[in-house]
């Protein structure tokens, strides 16, 4: 089973801070999600990936598979990026439940 | 944009009664999942489904849970005797294919007095 682990559980920074949240997990996995969950609830998610480091706007996220963990990068940081931010791994075998970490809970000061 | 839509938004229910959560996923996705969060606690996985049948469920996903796709567009979720420890967030996520990025729906919370 896999153990998925985010630091810090929460942040509070100034606005055009540059912000990380970091991931690790336990076991092998065929993908890494970065998910947004905002006060109301409702999850959306930011990015899926299995190598390498994807970037969408202010956004980036890396993955180092062979250390088994991953980071995700605010830059310029803004009071709308304010929520929860969450981990979650699909695992191999054909297996595509998510396993997700506690979560980052992010406020940007103004 | 198409999205996943969940009904309904709040559900409260007696204790042992039965609850069914609809869920409309993405038209063209294949793949479906339901997760729940325990107030203050992660997203937990309990089921996904593929082909009208079941291909991975949870420790979580009992005798109590089933899960259908009655017509081309709702898939379901039924407790059958809900409990106390029921009261959660559910959430429907539905994908293109195995593997691929979920999209999740912006959740049901059901509260069991």
């Known amino acids: 089973k896999n153990e998925v682990e985010q630091s810090p559980q929460n942040l509070t920074a100034q606005e055009g801070e540059f912000i990380t949240i970091n991931c690790s997990y336990s076991v092998g996995i065929s993908a890494l999600h970065w998910l947004q969950q905002h006060p109301g609830g409702g999850i959306v998610s930011l990015f899926m990936?299995?190598?390498g480091k994807k970037k969408h706007g202010r956004l980036i996220a890396t993955i180092n598979i062979q250390e088994k963990h991953s980071s995700l990068h605010i830059t310029a940081s803004h009071p709308r990026d304010s929520a929860v931010y969450i981990c979650a791994v699909s695992g191999g075998g054909g297996a595509d439940g998510l396993t997700f970490g506690k979560g980052t809970h992010l406020i940007i000061q103004p | 944009e198409p999205e996943v839509t969940q009904t309904p938004s709040h559900q409260v229910t007696q204790m042992g009664q039965e609850v069914i959560l609809r869920c409309v996923p993405i038209?063209?996705?294949?793949?479906f999942y339901w997760y729940r969060q325990i107030l203050g606690q992660k997203v937990e996985f309990l089921v996904s489904f593929y082909n009208n049948e079941i291909s991975e469920k949870s420790e979580i996903f009992d005798d109590q849970f089933s899960v259908e796709r009655p017509d081309g567009s709702n898939f379901t979720l039924k407790i059958r005797s809900t409990k106390l420890e029921d009261s959660a967030m559910y959430f429907c996520?539905?994908?293109?294919?195995?593997?691929?990025?979920?999209?999740f729906g912006p959740g049901t919370r059901l509260t069991v007095l």
């Open positions: 990936l299995s190598s």
């Open positions: 038209s063209n996705h294949l793949y």
């Open positions: 996520a539905s994908s293109e294919s195995q593997g691929a990025e979920q999209f």
